[in-house]
């Protein structure tokens, strides 16, 4: 099946500081997700973007999908970013629904 | 609905004993998901409908796993003879027709 990789695994900023998160995946998507995963463990969407770019507010996302992967921007960070970001993909051809998740990457934004 | 609803929000049960979670999607949205997640993990596949019609249960780990959804709306996914390695967080989402999904707050099923 379709792998999904997500780095860093782990990601420690200081308040007011840019990141970039990257997820790589094996094979043609119909669907790409980021999501955030708060502290009390909401997931909350954050982009569908199985091509292209989108911005909103201090967050942007840029998939590439012949190249396979996608990246996500935090600028500015502030500590209510902090919990897990997990990327997501439906395979291509298969339902958009079944969304293969990566392991996410744990992000912590320190005052 | 403002967004999908899942009920009950923690589920404490002894072994053994049949549980059902109960998932209430957006209103209008065609395709409804299940996922678990396991502590540390990004959530997994189990089912999903596009309306009353279950389209693919490929995820469902054995056959004391079911689920329904009769009239094309609210969902049940319904766990038989529990056991301690189902402990969890259920997790289920709804889309308009099979595209953006959006996920409710989940269950956090403990099985003692």
């Known amino acids: 099946g379709i792998q999904v990789e997500q780095s860093p695994p782990d990601l420690i900023l200081q308040e007011g500081a840019n990141s970039t998160l990257r997820c790589n995946f094996s094979?043609?998507?119909?669907?790409l997700q980021w999501f955030h995963q708060n502290p009390w463990g909401q997931l909350i969407n954050l982009f569908y973007?199985?091509?292209g770019t989108k911005q909103n507010g201090r967050l942007s996302a840029t998939t590439v999908a012949t190249e396979r992967y996608s990246l996500l921007y935090i600028s500015s960070s502030q500590t209510t970013d902090s919990g897990v970001y997990f990327c997501?993909?439906?395979?291509?051809?298969?339902?958009?629904?079944?969304?293969?998740f990566g392991k996410g990457t744990k992000l912590s934004v320190k005052p | 609905g403002a967004g999908v609803s899942q009920s009950p929000r923690y589920k404490v049960t002894k072994r053994g004993q049949d549980v059902a979670l109960r998932c209430d999607p957006i209103?209008?949205?065609?395709?409804l998901y299940w996922y678990r997640q396991a502590l540390g993990q990004g959530p997994e596949f189990l089912t999903y409908?596009?309306?009353?019609?279950?389209?693919?249960k490929s995820g469902l780990p054995n056959d004391r796993f079911s689920a329904e959804r009769p009239e094309g709306s609210i969902s049940t996914l319904t766990i038989q003879r529990t056991e301690q390695r189902d402990s969890a967080m259920y997790r289920c989402?709804?889309?308009?027709?099979?595209?953006?999904?959006?996920f409710g707050q989940g269950t956090r099923l403990t099985v003692v």
């Open positions: 209103s209008g949205h065609v395709s």
């Open positions: 997501a993909v439906g395979r291509d051809g298969g339902s958009q629904g079944n969304l293969i």
């Open positions: 989402a709804s889309s308009p027709m099979d595209t953006e999904a959006f």
């Open positions: 409908f596009n309306y009353e019609a279950q389209q693919d």
């Open positions: 094979d043609s998507v119909n669907n």
């Open positions: 973007i199985p091509s």
